[in-house]
């Protein structure tokens, strides 16, 4: 992985999680496995985790590391949504399209409401607008609870600083309380150049999904908790869903390695430059359009189907959302060479339209 | 570890869990990252744990790494287990004493019923008695659904292949689905000596909690059914509990390694034969008693508290589970040293009394 | 009542909720006023419900009374949907908007998605467009398990023997097991001069909610199960969920004197004949305009808003569901005069405008 | 039912749910079956409700008619108890053996633990060691949350008012929440000559689950909320879970009518009235014991088996709880003669043995 090679069977942007794992990652298990440790989270790289996401985000903050995004997500829903609750999103939330209502189960019955907006981002008027027709204080419907918002968005967009405080402010407002999916969060800081509080802890978020999968993590993602009061059950709840290992320094380590030395903005570093080249490239070919900018490493191609068919035959590989949508996703392993190869099928499949 | 070191801080029986990874299990993660692979279990290493664990049970099975033993057995369960369904356990069960009702949880209002019986065994006369006592049929009550086991049980017993065909067939008399929680599932098979289709797919179990992390695995466990009709729904469940990780080639690779030139009864081998020179030693020191024959990697001594004071003070690190209650769990990677340090503590302190 | 006295506050058609009783119930429960009875649903009323509905719908069924339609419809759609499962029903149906999502409650986890159509009613291409988008078999996604429609629906249509047959074939074609909401199924049967098993059992409903509180029942309503195989559980579920009366015999008198001598029939005709006299009156008044066709006892007029301001000025009491949008229901004692009062006061608004 | 003729069947004993319904609550529903009426609440008699138990507990409460007794346990338990926590009741409390685990259910995961205690009652000394046994702040456990104590206890017996003091000052001082189940409420206090408030609201009781069916009421019980911080969310509960009526005036007049002039307690009085003339019989009978003492409305008799045989045998209509164990339960309207019935049967029966 070190030398970049592009995979064996042609350029792949099918997702992010079909990559490699950072071999810092590797490398610090490795480390980690030396003497005993006390289980549960009473080790010493457990406690350092604490403290270090607490200077990354200079704030006091819970780090609960769990399995994947959907147990953070759905955990961190749950902590924040009484079980008559409604849950707001946007309408490509990850939570409301791939999660088996996951966030429905653990908060016990919330519902999730939809709200519309652009590039996969909610739009604070949709936002009010769905507060307002929910009901609050009616005993008929499930009351307004929480927000979810993705950064980067579920379309490959990031939100920008000012429009998560805004979101904030109205969620605020009406009592919700705000957990971002960060499943690419590292992108979206990457993109923005900001400090991670900027967009979480200053701006008002309660609680995050702080994603390392996608990111060249193995098998580790985290919950972090901004707001203690805002999740005093998280705990238990996080322990009963099967999420917090005995041998917890092992999760400890990899996210202490993801963070070190600013690993995690380097590899989303490389990932969004894969995309912006992807995106320089577009520019020059005529024909093609996007369904949202690209501000992260996703591209959401919108094309003829006949010129996606063309990319199938050429052996790309990518994620076909629609006959017309194709979505590439640039994991922080991809290569130059793979993304001017996709770049050239697609050349030659829309002139040959 | 490969050199077998004790503990820095002196003999360490706290947990299993306390203890090092395989160093093989880290290196089958650094052998598998490499190139893309398919996500979410469709990867080569996903398909040959399917074949892998097909062969190893002599069965037809259907197997789902996940993260911890607490969310194995809970999906387990909660597979086996309708709403209101009645599910039966020996009272020192780990589903009934420390995972925050999760069976319950997950199973969507399902209800543990205690069943007593010798060193953490369930007994099967008391089994048919509780059965009784739950009343089939009757719409006041949660109806009798499954079986859950412990082997080797939380008292460091182990249940021999008849015993567990004898509970299977009381089980299955009365339509019960049964669950084996197998925390230490390779401690039991190393003492028995028997195939791993002895105590599962051949004697009745329908669902069992492979357990790897302690016994020198990493962040990963599975749950191993061996008749898919009972857990028709347990991919949904497992999804949903945010237990299926998108880089599943990753967990397939640990478990691969686990068993792979029987790594995994070598383990517990080790670990066992630490617990058999505890035993032999306490033949030779009067005044020690044990609550349950030793038989795999566990012993829970009987001692006057003040023996026990005097262990700790000595800094013998164990589990005091009472006054009188030492608990001692024998690491993979436990060494001679470690095991003679507290005999000889012990013989101290009791001589001392 | 009996004279069919007008209320005294003005015209009120809030809902069919505000009205009384029919006098028949009441006297039932005196007349099962007597001796000692079984308890649970073990009396003669409750043996006599079971037979007197086999024949009513001309099908071997099971009744549970229970407390209210949202007990029904709640207890019926988890009856027949697992936590998994994706449930379908229309943009505007009750379970939706007015239930606090007790369907996702009691299902344990199951998740609601709006299917768009006419009039509140579930159009058929746009459910096989939402089941394909569902996403049948992916791991990602609730499952699609039932459909929920409502009868008469949301917005007072009648759904036509024919329609609910090609509704519930597309339905079965997908596994999807289906519910009907019959909150004012009698106002249904009453417009079609249909066979009650004309548009249930005989038309492929798995499960009814038979609505009695809106028809001038008093505290009870019930499930009515065609197909036990698809509600194995259903009686603990009940149970579990408080609606199975110890004096089982009083809720079985009601639901037996109501649909005595056709009384349901007699009731419900009585307020669609009252909405048929309030859309004759409609007729002749220029600018008022419909939602969905008067084909039960509601009527969804569309006006300005000034003159709906009007009509709340004048004492008319009814739902205001959005600035232009009124709803107007017949109670099964409205009288002609209140009808005609409502229609003097919008002629009057709609000549002021 | 006026003039208290015995069941036309033998002197029946079997449960007061067989019974009859006091006159005057079915009188109370055709008085209230006149004019329209806010749905959901919002009625006159609704209003007057909240008011009138105001003064016939002494405080501010919230009162929330259900369906069933179930009902108001599982609701105000689940209100109390958040989904990670552990509700300590007595072994024999119905709530554990009666109720499909519906506190279980409701309260999204909550475990029931049972409590050892004389004739039904909770013992403080067992309370306080069941509480530390569970393990408060230990991530493993589900948390210490509630308490559930039966007035009149299952075994008949009556908490005197320090009792319910002293075991609520054990509960507080360990943060739980009280809910007293009080099916058999009336009973008790017309045993004990005191004021509700005295066993209430004024002993540290925070919900009541007031009984009314079994004292002659219909198909109603109520839930009453003391402290309604306790129960911030009981309304959307209670709506979710299809236990608010939209025609809410008819269960309010019921509840009504049950406590004007004292109903309720005339009720209960005549109920124990007999129970007490049952223990005077048995004072008189050599060979027949009691499981608890007689203090309310229930009678649970020892007797050999072939004694208990020949009750039935001679028609007599009971509870057989065990080979050796009858429970009799003297209905509001149970007579005299019905009593001496069953006292002649036992006298022959206990000197044929």
Redesign the interface.
């Known amino acids: ?1 070190n030398e970049m090679r592009p ?3 042609g350029p ?1 942007f ?2 992010d ?5 950072a ?1 810092e990652i ?1 490398e610090a ?2 480390r980690a ?8 989270g009473g080790d010493t790289w457990s406690l350092e985790l604490q403290k270090r996401f607490g200077e990354l985000f200079e704030a006091k903050v819970k780090v609960y590391p ?10 961190a829903m749950a902590a924040i949504t ?3 609750g409604a849950m707001f999103c946007q309408e490509r939330a990850h939570i409301l ?6 966030v ?2 653990f908060s ?5 409401v939809p709200v519309a907006g652009p590039h996969g981002k909610v739009d604070p008027a949709a936002l009010e607008e769905a507060i307002a027709a929910q009901g609050k204080g009616l ?5 307004p609870a929480s927000l979810n918002i993705v950064q980067a968005t579920d379309l490959g967009a990031v939100y920008a600083v000012d429009e998560i405080r805004a979101l904030a402010a109205t969620a605020k407002r009406h009592g919700l309380k705000i957990h971002m999916d960060g499943a690419r969060f590292a992108n979206a800081i990457a993109r923005l150049g900001c400090k991670p509080a900027d967009i979480t802890s200053r701006a008002g978020v309660d609680v995050l999904s702080f994603g390392m ?2 990111n060249g ?4 993602d985290a919950i972090v908790v901004f707001d203690e009061a805002a999740a005093p ?1 998280i ?3 996080v ?9 917890a320094r ?2 400890a380590a990899q996210l202490l390695a993801y963070v070190e030395d600013d690993l995690w903005l380097r590899n989303a570093g490389r990932a969004n430059a894969m995309a912006a080249r992807f995106d320089a490239g577009l520019k020059t070919i005529p024909g093609a359009s996007l369904w949202a900018p690209i501000e992260a490493n996703e591209i959401f191609l919108k094309a003829p189907a006949h010129v996606i068919d063309g990319l199938e035959r050429d052996g790309v ?1 990518f994620f076909r959302r629609a006959a017309d949508m194709a979505r590439f996703v640039c ?1 922080f392993d991809a290569t130059e060479a793979e993304v001017d190869a996709v770049l050239a099928s697609l050349r030659r499949n829309l002139s040959n339209g």
Chains 1, 2, 3, 4 share one sequence.
């Open positions: 992985m995979p064996q069977h792949d099918r997702s999680n079909v990559g490699a794992v071999p590797i298990l490795a496995n030396r003497d005993t440790a006390t289980g549960y769990v399995a994947t995004g959907t147990a953070a997500n759905a955990l009484p079980s008559h399209t791939s999660e088996v209502n996951a429905g189960f016990g019955g919330g519902m999730l005993m008929h419907r499930s009351q999968t996608k993590g193995l098998l580790c059950a705990q238990w709840h322990r009963r869903a099967g999420h917090v290992w005995s041998k092992f999760a590989r994991r």
